[in-house]
């Protein structure tokens, strides 16, 4: 098997009042290609002042690892197949609720890519069926994933 692994590094703001909870929530994620990236509380959840728009919350990049999971398994089955895929797209969705342990949790996302690709839409679910299948983080999690191809 492999190892992942990703350095998360926080430091309080010289104004912080941490005790009070009224602290920063930005903070940065070391990936072990080398990749640095700031990431925050998601500002639906944190107050703004404690937040970064500009960073990547841990939702996002929860959705982000499924859609980029999925593109990678699809585009390497697209290969096998012998299609040339030009170009993919995928304005995945994640939606939060409740889980039925009363929970907070992403409860679905929807993967919603967009192939540039010579092949008719039965061979195209096909290959968005194994991909689902063989995808790393959607057998890892229990939200439910669905994929819904766009044109």
């Known amino acids: 098997m492999s190892q992942h692994t990703a350095t998360i590094t926080w430091r309080q703001d010289e104004d912080d009042h ?23 509380g998601a500002p639906q959840n944190v107050p703004a002042q404690f937040s970064s728009e500009m960073a990547v919350d841990p939702e996002e990049m929860f ?64 290959l968005h069926h194994k991909a689902h299948d063989a995808c790393f983080i959607a057998n890892s999690v229990t939200t439910v994933v669905t994929v819904e191809p766009q044109g």
Not at 27 to 36: C, K, L, P, S
Not at 110 to 124: I, Y
Request: aromatic share 8%.
């Open 18 to 40: 941490f005790t009070l909870g009224r602290y920063t929530r930005v903070h940065e994620i070391a990936f072990d290609g080398g990749t640095t990236i700031q990431a925050s």
């Open 63 to 126: 959705v982000a690892s499924l859609a980029s999971c999925h593109m990678l398994w699809f585009l390497d089955f697209a290969r096998r197949a012998g299609l040339d895929v030009q170009s993919y797209r995928d304005e995945a969705v994640g939606e939060m609720g409740r889980n039925a342990e009363g929970r907070t949790a992403i409860l679905t996302v929807r993967l919603r890519p967009k192939v540039e690709v010579a092949a008719d839409a039965a061979q195209l679910a096909e």
